[in-house]
């Protein structure tokens, strides 16, 4: 029996170009061990770690004449040392050449022979640390069920138990006479589910159980959206070029926590009013009108927990994620008006309040982030092909463990996601909270958004305002 991808991940799959390919990403900051951190000891890592994610061993074949969505298959000439590789940066090494670095490997293409991921532990850098950066296609992360590779190989401790030896025998691949076979039969029994997997439209892109279900949960989803009309024109809307820029901005946990304090709301709320208030300084600095009534409107997809069930009356695991259209109020001056404004509408949104914080991420094994920023991106990714523009940029959220965890035995210090960039978005924002710090992962445009070094300073200038409202 073939296993064949599911109807999102063929879309992704089929659906990227060169300009917004469907890459989710990662960027760790460790602190290198004593003896330091060797490629050999983080290979060695990741094959043991490769059966929580079969994905990772496998590729992409395609049917003949796209009879039926394409096929997951072993690769029998599966090379761990063809994913993970070995780079430097001129030591001592900055940041800013390590974010040049990243921008660069995140415009590469994948061979689409081989297994959609790579991994790179980057050396070179200033103070002790080295770099993992983990590129993987949006197709291989689907939940919990699928995570990323990101997910597994973090660990709570530095000397985690052993693993059991990993004795793996690639299955036999299907010739290509199997594979018409199999997709005739397919017509033949579900004939609907066919053509509406041969189709490229928006009813493919399929983030739950299935087709059908699906189509319930995101026909609502999308009534809502379209509901509330096309999202306002700003200079983050345009077409999209090969080239990126990549930053990154943090901030304490416990300021954000000050502020949640001080007005009651969620630290979700407080981020997403960091975030305004920076684009508002932007916007401003770019001499943009900023009517008092002008809005952003954000993809901001919402982790939310077990107990929830979505439209269609289907239980969502841990690792669901839900889509969550909100306008940021650019246009307020005031920095307290704007974090209650954003406040209400997450307070009146449809989606339970039980998300996935980070207590519940505690009981997760490995390090959830980067699986469920991937989740993000393919709610978002849903939504971008309707037509028409239904937002401007997407703002992914992930809560993590907070206390000190490792990879390959390495202290992780920082983490952050690089969200991919969508068709006529040029702008994408990834934060994740770990250990006591949010970290701000932005990706961008290198064409429309020259100036996007300037996002740590105004995201730090936004928060700032608000720590001082809260005095």
Same mark, same amino acid.
């Given at each position: 029996?073939?296993?064949?991808?599911?109807?999102?991940?063929?879309?992704?799959?089929?659906?990227?170009?060169?300009?917004?390919?469907?890459?989710?990403?990662?960027?760790?900051?460790?602190?290198?061990?004593?003896?330091?951190?060797?490629?050999?000891?983080?290979?060695?890592?990741?094959?043991?770690?490769?059966?929580?994610?079969?994905?990772?061993?496998?590729?992409?074949?395609?049917?003949?004449?796209?009879?039926?969505?394409?096929?997951?298959?072993?690769?029998?000439?599966?090379?761990?040392?063809?994913?993970?590789?070995?780079?430097?940066?001129?030591?001592?090494?900055?940041?800013?050449?390590?974010?040049?670095?990243?921008?660069?490997?995140?415009?590469?293409?994948?061979?689409?022979?081989?297994?959609?991921?790579?991994?790179?532990?980057?050396?070179?850098?200033?103070?002790?640390?080295?770099?993992?950066?983990?590129?993987?296609?949006?197709?291989?992360?689907?939940?919990?069920?699928?995570?990323?590779?990101?997910?597994?190989?973090?660990?709570?401790?530095?000397?985690?138990?052993?693993?059991?030896?990993?004795?793996?025998?690639?299955?036999?691949?299907?010739?290509?006479?199997?594979?018409?076979?199999?997709?005739?039969?397919?017509?033949?029994?579900?004939?609907?589910?066919?053509?509406?997997? @041969? %189709?490229?439209?928006?009813?493919?892109? /399929?983030?739950? $159980?299935? #087709?059908?279900?699906? !189509?319930?949960?995101?026909? &609502? +989803?999308?009534?809502?959206?379209?509901?509330?009309?096309?999202?306002?024109?700003?200079?983050?809307?345009?077409?999209?070029?090969?080239?990126?820029?990549?930053?990154?901005?943090?901030?304490?946990?416990?300021?954000?926590?000050?502020?949640?304090?001080?007005y009651d709301c969620d630290i979700n709320d407080v981020v997403l009013a960091v975030i305004t208030?920076?684009?508002?300084?932007?916007?401003?600095?770019?001499?943009?009108?900023?009517?008092?009534?002008?809005?952003?409107?954000?993809?901001?997809?919402?982790? @939310? %927990?077990?107990?929830?069930?979505?439209? /269609?009356?289907? $239980?969502? #695991?841990?690792?669901? !994620?839900?889509?969550?259209? &909100? +306008?940021?109020?650019?246009?307020?001056?005031?920095?307290?008006?704007?974090?209650?404004?954003?406040?209400?509408?997450?307070?009146?949104?449809?989606?339970?309040?039980?998300?996935?914080?980070a207590r519940t991420i505690l009981t997760v094994s490995g390090f959830a982030p980067p699986t469920?920023?991937?989740?993000?991106?393919?709610?978002?990714?849903?939504?971008?092909?309707f037509t028409g523009r239904v937002f401007n940029l997407l703002i992914t959220n992930a809560p993590?463990?907070?206390?000190?965890?490792?990879?390959?035995?390495?202290?992780?210090?920082?983490?952050?996601?690089?969200?991919?960039?969508? #068709?006529?978005?040029?702008?994408?924002?990834?934060?994740?909270?770990?250990?006591?710090?949010?970290?701000?992962?932005?990706?961008?445009?290198?064409?429309?958004?020259?100036?996007?070094?300037?996002?740590?300073?105004?995201?730090?200038?936004?928060?700032?305002?608000?720590?001082?409202?809260?005095?």
């Amino acid at each position: 029996m073939v296993n064949r991808l599911s109807a999102s991940d063929a879309t992704f799959y089929r659906l990227e170009n060169t300009t917004t390919p469907m890459y989710v990403q990662s960027l760790y900051i460790l602190r290198s061990p004593r003896g330091g951190l060797s490629y050999e000891r983080l290979l060695e890592t990741v094959e043991q770690r490769l059966p929580q994610t079969p994905r990772y061993r496998q590729k992409i074949r395609e049917v003949t004449m796209s009879l039926a969505r394409p096929v997951w298959v072993d690769d029998h000439d599966f090379d761990v040392t063809y994913h993970v590789r070995h780079l430097a940066v001129p030591s001592p090494g900055s940041d800013r050449q390590l974010h040049e670095l990243i921008a660069q490997l995140g415009q590469q293409p994948f061979d689409r022979h081989r297994p959609l991921w790579e991994m790179y532990l980057i050396e070179g850098l200033a103070d002790h640390r080295v770099a993992l950066y983990i590129k993987s296609h949006q197709a291989l992360i689907n939940g919990m069920a699928a995570p990323a590779i990101g997910h597994v190989i973090v660990d709570r401790t530095q000397r985690p138990p052993a693993f059991d030896e990993d004795i793996w025998v690639p299955r036999r691949e299907p010739g290509t006479a199997e594979l018409v076979l199999g997709a005739v039969g397919d017509w033949v029994t579900t004939p609907r589910t066919q053509l509406r997997a @041969v %189709g490229s439209n928006i009813a493919e892109m /399929a983030i739950g $159980s299935g #087709p059908l279900a699906w !189509v319930g949960r995101q026909a &609502v +989803d999308a009534a809502r959206a379209i509901a509330r009309g096309t999202a306002p024109h700003t200079p983050m809307n345009t077409q999209v070029s090969q080239n990126r820029l990549f930053t990154v901005a943090h901030g304490a946990l416990d300021d954000y926590r000050a502020v949640r304090a001080r007005y009651d709301c969620d630290i979700n709320d407080v981020v997403l009013a960091v975030i305004t208030g920076a684009l508002r300084n932007w916007l401003l600095s770019r001499g943009e009108p900023v009517a008092s009534t002008r809005t952003v409107r954000a993809m901001a997809p919402l982790s @939310v %927990g077990p107990d929830h069930h979505d439209n /269609a009356g289907q $239980s969502q #695991p841990i690792g669901a !994620v839900a889509p969550f259209l &909100v +306008d940021l109020p650019v246009g307020e001056p005031n920095p307290v008006i704007r974090l209650s404004q954003i406040a209400y509408a997450t307070e009146s949104h449809p989606t339970p309040t039980d998300r996935v914080d980070a207590r519940t991420i505690l009981t997760v094994s490995g390090f959830a982030p980067p699986t469920l920023h991937a989740m993000g991106v393919r709610v978002a990714t849903g939504f971008a092909g309707f037509t028409g523009r239904v937002f401007n940029l997407l703002i992914t959220n992930a809560p993590g463990a907070q206390r000190q965890l490792y990879v390959c035995g390495a202290k992780l210090l920082e983490t952050y996601s690089v969200p991919p960039l969508l #068709p006529n978005k040029a702008l994408t924002i990834g934060v994740t909270s770990y250990n006591g710090t949010l970290y701000y992962g932005v990706n961008a445009d290198r064409k429309a958004m020259s100036d996007v070094a300037m996002a740590p300073a105004l995201l730090d200038e936004a928060l700032a305002e608000l720590l001082e409202a809260a005095k």
